[in-house]
C-alpha cells in the first residue's frame, strides 16, 4: 500500500525533528531514510507507524487518513533497531503474538508461524528463547512477528544497525530477496550509504529535519541536489574550488589544456582501489580514487610531479 | 589473599554480631522450657487471634499495595506529567518517618473525639482507630514503598520497545500490560510483594499506636510479644518472635524457590 506524508513537523521541545516533510511512497517500494542522526529519519518512520504524534501535517496508508489512528490500526509491522524481542515468550510465541492478539484459531496460527519460520530461515528455533539467539536471529524473528499480521507496510528503524559488519552484510541482501518475495511496502530507516544505495530503490535524504532529496540511488550520486548530498552518499575530492567525485579526475604524466600541476605526496593502496594524495600549487590538497592498474602503468611515485585533468562536469551546487 | 579473606571475616562478623547471634538466642530462649511449653504459648487463644490479626493485615495490605505499587511505578516512569517527582519522592515518605509518627498522624485524622474526619465517621458508625481498618492503614502505610521501588528500576531497564512492538502487532494497552509489561517485570514484583509481607509481618510502633492493643482484640502478632514480654512470660515471647521469624523466612524461602535460575543473583 503507497504511504503518503503530508507537510509533517514535530518538535521535542525546542528541537525541530521534522520541518514540514513531504513525501510520497509507492505501493510495493523498497525505500531507504537515509540521513545522520539527529537528522529525523525514526521520527518520520515513527510518525508513519502512529508511535509518534506529529504536532501537524497528515499521513496517508493506502489513501486513507491514518494521522488520527493508533498503532494498533494501522497495519504496520514494525522493527526495531534493538529486535524488541519479547524475552519471555519462545520464538514460536513472539512470531504468533499479533495473532493471538486477533483471536486466530490454534491450527491457523501454528501454520502461519510454521511458514514465517522457514521464510526467515529460523524453522527448528520454534521453542528457543531470544535470549538463546544471536543478534542476527532476534532481528529476523522479529521480522517474523511482523510479517506474521500481514501488515500494509513493513517499517525497519535501523534494523541491521546493532549487528556486526558480516551479519549486516547478509541481512541486506537477504532483505532485498525477502522484499521480492512478499512485495510488501517496505521503508527502512539508515544512516549507512553503503546500505541505503544496496537495499534500497528510493532514497530519501533527511537532514536538520528537512528531505535534501528523494531519488534513485543513481540518481543522488550522480546528480546530488546539494553539497550535503553529495558529501553524504559518497566521497567528494576539491579541484580548482569545484566538488567532484575523486573519481572523476584523471592524473597524467605530461601538461595539457586545462590541467593543474599537482605533486603526489602519499600512494596509499586500498587493494584494487588506490587513494593518490596530492599538493596544489596553490597549497591546497585534494585526493583521487584510481586504480592499481592506472599507479602501476603510470608508475606513479610519491613526490612525482603530475597534472589533474577534470573527466567529468564537477556538481554545480 | 589475605585481603580477601578479611573482607569475607568482615562481612560475615558483622553480620553474625548484627543479626544471627540475636536472632539464635531468640531461637534457644524459645525452647528454654521445652518444645511443649514453645508450643502451648503460642497457641493460647490471645495468641492465636494475634497471629490471624497479623495474617489479615498482611492478606489486605500486600495485595493492595501491590495494586498500587505497579500502577505508580508505571505512572512515574512511563508518563510524562506535573507532580511526577513529587509523586516518586512522596513514596519514599514512609521509609523516612518514624513508624510511630505515623500511628500519631493517623490519629490526628481519624481520631474519635479530636480527629480531622474521625468525629464524623464516628457519627456514621465507622470506627477507624483502635480498630481493624486502623490497624490496616498503618500496616498499608508503612509497607507502601516497597513494591515500588522494586518495580520501578525494572521497568526502566526493560524500556519501551517490547511494548511498542506490542501495539504495532494490535494489543491494546490492557493487553500489552498483562502479556508483555507485567511477565517482564514479574521478580521486581514478586520481591516487592516479599519484602511487603516481610514489613507488614514485623510492623510494630505505628499498630502499637492506633490499636489500642486490646488482648484477645486488637493485638497483632508483634503487640502479642510486647505484651508478654512485658508480663515477664519470656517464653510465650520468644516462642511468638520465633513464629515470625519463621514466616518471615518462608516468605524468602518461597521466593527463591519460584525463581526461575537465571533470574536468581
Known amino acids: 500500500m503507497s504511504i503518503v506524508v503530508e507537510s509533517v513537523s514535530k518538535r521535542f521541545g525546542d528541537f525541530v525533528a521534522l520541518n514540514d516533510v513531504s513525501l510520497n511512497v509507492r505501493d510495493g517500494s523498497l525505500t531507504a531514510l537515509l540521513g545522520p542522526s539527529g537528522g529525523g529519519k525514526s521520527t518520520l518512520l515513527r510518525v508513519i507507524a502512529g508511535l509518534e504524534q506529529p504536532d501537524s501535517g497528515r499521513v496517508l496508508i493506502a489513501g486513507e487518513d491514518a494521522t488520527a489512528k493508533p498503532p494498533q490500526r494501522r497495519d504496520v509491522g514494525f522493527v526495531f533497531q534493538h529486535y524488541a524481542a519479547f524475552k519471555h515468550m519462545t520464538v514460536a510465541k513472539n512470531v504468533a503474538f499479533g495473532l493471538s492478539i486477533r483471536k486466530r484459531g490454534k491450527e491457523e496460527i501454528e501454520a502461519r508461524v510454521d511458514e514465517l519460520l522457514k521464510l526467515v530461515h529460523l524453522d527448528g528455533f520454534a521453542h528457543r528463547y531470544p535470549s538463546q539467539l544471536s543478534g542476527g536471529q532476534r532481528q529476523r524473528m522479529a521480522l517474523a512477528r511482523a510479517l506474521a499480521v500481514q501488515p500494509r507496510v513493513l517499517l525497519l528503524d535501523e534494523p541491521f544497525g546493532a549487528l556486526d559488519a558480516t551479519v549486516r552484510k547478509e541481512l541486506r541482501a537477504w532483505l532485498r530477496r525477502l522484499h521480492d518475495e512478499v512485495q510488501v511496502t517496505t521503508v527502512f530507516v539508515t544512516h549507512d550509504q553503503e546500505e541505503a544505495m544496496e537495499v534500497a530503490e528510493q532514497i530519501v535524504v533527511l537532514n536538520h529535519g528537512d528531505i535534501e532529496q528523494v531519488g534513485t540511488p543513481r540518481d543522488l550520486y550522480e546528480k546530488p541536489s546539494n553539497e550535503f548530498v553529495m558529501r553524504f552518499v559518497g566521497p567528494v575530492s576539491e579541484l580548482s574550488g569545484r566538488w567532484i567525485r575523486p573519481h572523476d579526475v584523471g592524473i597524467l604524466v605530461e601538461p595539457t589544456d586545462g590541467t593543474s600541476e599537482a605533486q603526489i605526496d602519499r600512494i596509499v593502496h586500498l587493494g584494487f582501489e588506490v587513494r593518490v594524495e596530492l599538493s596544489l600549487g596553490d597549497g591546497d590538497s585534494t585526493w583521487v580514487q584510481t586504480t592499481r592498474t592506472m599507479v602501476e602503468e603510470l608508475e606513479l611515485a610519491e613526490g612525482q610531479i603530475v597534472w589533474l585533468r577534470l573527466e567529468a562536469e564537477p556538481v554545480s551546487v | ?265
Request: hydrophobic share 55%; aromatic share 10%; with cysteine.
Open chain 2, 1 to 265: 589473599m589475605k585481603s580477601k579473606y578479611a573482607l569475607r571475616f568482615l562481612a560475615l562478623g558483622y553480620l553474625g554480631l548484627l543479626l544471627g547471634i540475636p536472632v539464635a538466642l531468640v531461637f534457644i530462649n524459645a525452647f528454654q522450657d521445652g518444645i511443649g511449653a514453645a508450643w502451648d504459648a503460642v497457641t493460647t487463644p490471645e495468641a492465636q487471634h494475634a497471629f490471624w490479626l497479623t495474617f489479615i493485615m498482611v492478606v489486605v495490605a500486600v495485595p493492595l499495595n501491590t495494586l498500587f505499587g505497579v500502577l505508580c511505578a508505571l505512572a512515574v516512569v512511563r508518563q510524562r506529567f506535573r507532580g511526577r517527582a513529587l509523586l516518586n519522592a512522596m513514596v519514599d515518605l514512609p521509609f523516612a518517618v518514624s513508624p510511630v509518627v505515623v500511628g500519631l498522624a493517623l490519629l490526628l485524622v481519624y481520631g474519635r473525639r479530636d480527629g480531622w474526619i474521625g468525629p464524623w465517621l464516628s457519627e456514621h458508625g465507622v470506627q477507624i482507630i483502635f480498630s481493624m481498618p486502623g490497624m490496616i492503614l498503618a500496616t498499608m502505610f508503612v509497607s507502601l514503598p516497597f513494591v515500588v521501588r522494586e518495580v520501578i528500576p525494572v521497568l526502566r531497564e526493560i524500556g519501551t520497545d517490547q511494548e511498542q512492538a506490542a501495539a504495532t502487532l494490535g494489543a491494546n494497552g490492557l493487553q500489552t500490560f498483562f502479556r508483555v509489561t507485567l511477565p517482564a517485570i514479574r521478580w521486581g514484583v514478586a520481591y516487592g510483594v516479599v519484602l511487603t509481607t516481610a514489613r507488614a509481618l514485623g510492623e510494630f510502633g505505628a499498630v502499637s499506636v492506633v490499636s489500642g492493643k486490646l488482648s484477645g482484640g486488637t493485638e497483632t502478632a508483634t503487640l502479642f510479644v510486647e505484651n508478654r514480654f512485658q508480663r515477664f512470660d519470656e517464653t510465650g515471647a520468644y516462642a511468638a518472635s520465633v513464629v515470625l521469624a519463621l514466616l518471615a523466612f518462608a516468605t524468602l524461602l518461597a521466593m527463591n524457590l519460584i525463581k526461575p535460575k537465571e533470574a536468581r543473583g
